[in-house]
């Protein structure tokens, strides 16, 4: 009622100008005050909130002061921009086919080899704990990482875990006694018996979290050596860096980290081995993942089968619940604090929650924790960085006998 009578109160004064001023103006001037002054009552406040927050400038970022010691990051670099993926399509992900071979009964390797030309180099990759060889070809990150090292004449090689409950890699540092490492060494000797062309061809690691700290022990071995590695989110085992880097029997590393990963890789342990790698001049780099500032079209850039619609209503949500930060960054931690999946899944009666965006999130909902995850910046996958570092190795590999500057 109280509504109402607003409205009828607001038509009357409309009506009152409009008798007074009648004299003063063109009727197309009146036309036009009223066809606005109609909108503005029928649009409701959410509505209004969310078309100035989608369409013109957000102007909470004027009027809200900006944490001076908050970091302002370069967002994604400008090879991952320009990254194309000629070896599949990236945004259909059933385009990434791939093989598998199971040697000796019971060691089973996912391969995708370059189809033209033929690859110059063997990537052999390792999965965090947790997850899957298969992983690395069914999920969007994952491809990606994928799609780089194609990209830059890689063969890729993907192996499973022994550990069938926790899918961890075995961090024994003595490579002989490590189940895991000679696990990977008899499914090599497997794979070499099928396509000897390809043993002659330089070998690389790729490692993330837990499959990160396998490869610093594996990268050891003496059977088939290792010319570079890369560790992504992970350090090497300390047992590793006290034995193997003082002796100078050490491979090329790159690290990729987060910058919000405080406890396992941190930037201050990471920089403390490249410190000993530089006494022992050993080439090394870091490759820094910053914190993702969110865009209306983020999640549709990042998560293809999310629709532009959709990842505009999640954006809106996690604006309005306060999740949004400084430079679009998630202020919480989606993996301590998870009222995002009560708001983010919860319908709210919103103009933007139609039926399709409402569909087209839930069929989604697998892809959205991992991915907050990469967005907060922490410790999860993400594709960004990875190009450059295999890139580097390979730059490395060709220039080798050259010392580090």
């Known amino acids: 009622m109280k509504a109402k009578r607003t409205r009828q109160y607001y038509w009357m004064l409309f009506y009152e100008l409009y008798n007074e001023y009648r004299g003063y103006y063109p009727i197309p001037v009146y036309l036009c005050s009223l066809i606005t002054f109609s909108l503005l009552l029928y649009l409701s406040f959410n509505y209004l909130h969310f078309l100035v927050s989608t369409t013109l400038i957000d102007f909470t970022k004027i009027i809200t002061p900006i944490d001076p010691h908050t970091r302002k990051v370069r967002g994604m670099s400008v090879e991952d921009k320009k990254l194309k993926y000629r070896e599949f399509n990236y945004l259909k992900s059933e385009t990434l086919t791939y093989e598998k071979r199971t040697y000796f009964n019971n060691i089973e390797i996912l391969f995708r080899l370059r189809k033209r030309p033929r690859p110059q180099a063997l990537l052999l990759i390792f999965h965090g704990c947790g997850r899957s060889a298969h992983d690395w070809f069914h999920t969007i990150e994952r491809q990606r990482i994928i799609g780089a090292a194609l990209e830059l004449g890689y063969g890729c090689l993907v192996f499973q875990a022994t550990d069938d409950f926790t899918h961890c890699w075995s961090n ?166 998870t009222v995002w999946q009560e708001f983010l899944f919860t319908p709210n009666n919103s103009t933007m929650e139609t039926k399709e965006v409402l569909q087209n999130l839930n069929e989604n909902k697998q892809y959205i924790p991992d991915f907050l995850n990469t967005v907060y910046g922490e410790h999860e996958i993400s594709f960004e960085r990875s190009y450059e570092a295999l890139k580097w190795h390979r730059k490395i590999y060709h220039n080798r006998g050259n010392p580090p500057k």
Do not use: C
């Open 172 to 337: 024994n540092p003595d490579v002989h006694q490590n189940t895991d490492a000679q696990m990977v060494l008899k499914g090599l000797e497997g794979f070499y018996k099928e396509f000897p062309h390809l043993e002659a061809l330089p070998r690389f690691t790729f490692g993330a979290s837990s499959g990160g700290i396998f490869s610093s022990i594996f990268v050891t071995n003496q059977r088939y050596s290792i010319q570079g590695q890369t560790l992504f989110i992970s350090i090497i085992l300390p047992e590793i860096l006290e034995k193997h880097i003082k002796a100078k029997s050490y491979p090329v590393t790159a690290w990729i980290y987060m910058l919000r990963d405080l406890e396992f890789a941190s930037e201050d342990r990471i920089n403390a081995s490249m410190r000993m790698f530089a006494r022992e001049k050993i080439h090394h780099k870091s490759f820094i993942i910053e914190p993702i500032g969110l865009s209306r079209t983020t999640f549709h850039e990042r998560i293809p089968t999310i629709r532009k619609e959709t990842a505009r209503y999640i954006y809106y949500r996690l604006e309005q619940n306060g999740w949004l930060g400084p430079y679009n960054h998630l202020r919480y931690n989606p993996r301590r604090r």
